[in-house]
Structures are given as C-alpha cells and as structure tokens.
C-alpha cells in the first residue's frame, strides 16, 4: 500500500461520474502518458489488477485519494490478520514416536542401468551429429599452418 500510495501521487483523476462511482486515470509513469478506467461501485480495473488480486492497485488508491474515500476499504478479506490466523487456529496432530511406525517390506529392488553410465576412462566423446557441413574437402598436399600455402609446413 505504500509503494501504491507514491506511485498514486504522479497520476491525475478526472471523475466521469461520482454517482456511478467511474474515473478515468491518467499515469505519466515511463515515456508516454497511458489512460485507465476505474470503477469503484463494481470492483473493475482497465488493466484487471483489481479484480484478480482483490487488492488496490496505484490506480484505485489514486482514485481514492481524490474522492476522499479510505483505500483499504477495497482490500479483500484474505489480506486481513483475522482470516490469516484462521488458517493457523485449526489443530494439528502430534505425530507419534518413530519407533512405532509400520513399514511395509520391499517386494522389489531397484537396479541401475549400467547402458546409461558413461565411460570414466580415455578421451570424451563427442555428442554432436555431424552433417554434411562438418566433411572436409580432400586437399592433395598438407599446407603450412602459418602462411596457408602448399609445398612446406610450419616446422619446414
């Protein structure tokens, strides 16, 4: 609510109807102005933030700061301490020693399969496919790697 309030103070509110309960807000947020419609009566949202996370977005709370109406009004129940310690209040079993537990016998074994281990030893292999763009054209002469040319080598 407190990063929504600041956000709140760079928007501007025009009231379509104060009976309807409809605004439109104008964000001046990033590089272009972006205009959004709010409608506090049904709990609707332009971009559908309200309606989906049941809580006041920037736009609401700037609504609700230029109406005079108190923003929290719009969050739902399941934000509150009240329905949070709800959860919490049922009881839990202690569960027993265990030593006291029934283990049910393996019927079966599980072995490795030894197709899937890789090689430990020697050079890796390389996993790639090879296509017709990795097969080299046959030269007839070794060529120098330094200079390209055939007829002698680096060591020659």
């Keep these: 609510m407190v990063v929504n309030r600041q956000l709140a103070r760079s928007m501007n509110v025009e009231i379509y109807s104060r009976r309807l309960e409809t605004f439109r807000v104008t964000e001046n947020i990033g590089r272009r102005p972006r205009s959004y419609g709010v409608d506090l009566r049904n709990?609707?949202?332009?971009?559908r933030k309200f309606?989906?996370?049941?809580?006041?977005c920037a736009h609401v709370v700037a609504v609700c700061a230029r109406v005079n109406l108190d923003a929290e009004q719009y969050?739902?129940?399941v934000y509150t301490l009240k329905r949070t310690l709800r959860v919490w209040e049922n009881e839990f079993p202690v569960l027993p020693d265990l030593s006291t537990w029934e283990v049910?016998?393996?019927?079966?074994?599980l072995l490795p399969d030894r197709g899937l281990r890789r090689n430990p030893r020697g050079r890796p292999q390389s996993s790639r496919i090879?296509?017709?763009?990795d097969i080299r054209e046959k030269s007839d002469e070794k060529r120098c790697g330094i200079c390209?040319?055939?007829?002698?080598s680096r060591n020659k």
């Design 43 to 47: 709990r609707w949202y332009e971009c």
């Design 130 to 133: 090879r296509n017709e763009m």
């Design 148 to 152: 390209r040319l055939s007829g002698h």
């Design 104 to 109: 049910l016998p393996i019927t079966f074994e």
């Design 75 to 77: 969050v739902d129940d």
């Design 51 to 56: 309606e989906t996370l049941h809580y006041p």
